[in-house]
């Protein structure tokens, strides 16, 4: 069986969040090696998760109601969200797992 090939797209609003997120630790904890280690470890499990990206419980979460499904990532206190469409894995947030997600993700 082969398997299929994921192509990998991020949205704007996630690269904002992580331009967010990478700002707050820099300036905040003045810390530049965390930022980087945790943009390593968020590229590493999106990558992990291109080979099988449907392989894994979709959210039903009520604001992901849709045409495609969302799936999460979870690093550390973070969660990601993607949809697959066709062949095309596409990373839409990336929030802190304690927040309201049904509020936030509802606008």
Known sequence: MENKVYKLRYL???????????????FNFKNPDAASHFLDQVETAIRKRLNY????EPYDGRAM?????????????????????????EV???LYSKRNMEQILDK
């Open 12 to 26: 704007p609003l996630f690269v904002s969040d992580m331009e967010e997120m990478l700002d707050y630790f820099m």
């Open 53 to 56: 990206p449907e392989a894994f």
């Open 65 to 89: 109601v849709g045409k495609y499904p969302y799936y999460r990532i979870y690093v550390g206190n973070y969660t990601i969200y993607y949809v697959v469409i066709e062949d095309v894995m």
């Open 92 to 94: 839409r947030r990336i």
